[in-house]
């Protein structure tokens, strides 16, 4: 039975030798006989893992609020 590690490894080997093919999804599967439903799924698995990568974390800074009413919620953004 085939490991994830070596499904992801098999895939991400397969998403980035198309990329530097310069064929289509369509043609790239037919030279390889792989399903362009896999690969198209494989590739956008791999562009969120690199949009992930690259998620900034920005500083957040809380401040106490002034008292409310018992049972009431203020949320307050600086752009109104």
Do not use: N
Not at 11 to 40: E, F, M, N, P
């Amino acid at each position: 039975m085939e490991t994830m590690h070596a499904r992801r490894a098999f895939w991400s080997a397969h998403v980035q030798a198309w990329r530097d093919s310069g064929l289509t999804q369509v043609a790239y599967c037919q030279q390889h006989a792989l399903r362009s439903k896999a690969l198209a799924y494989w590739i956008r698995r791999d562009r969120q893992g690199r949009e992930a990568d690259t998620l900034t974390l920005l500083p957040l800074t809380v401040q106490t609020p002034p008292p409310a009413p018992p049972g009431d919620l203020l949320l307050q953004h600086p752009s109104g």
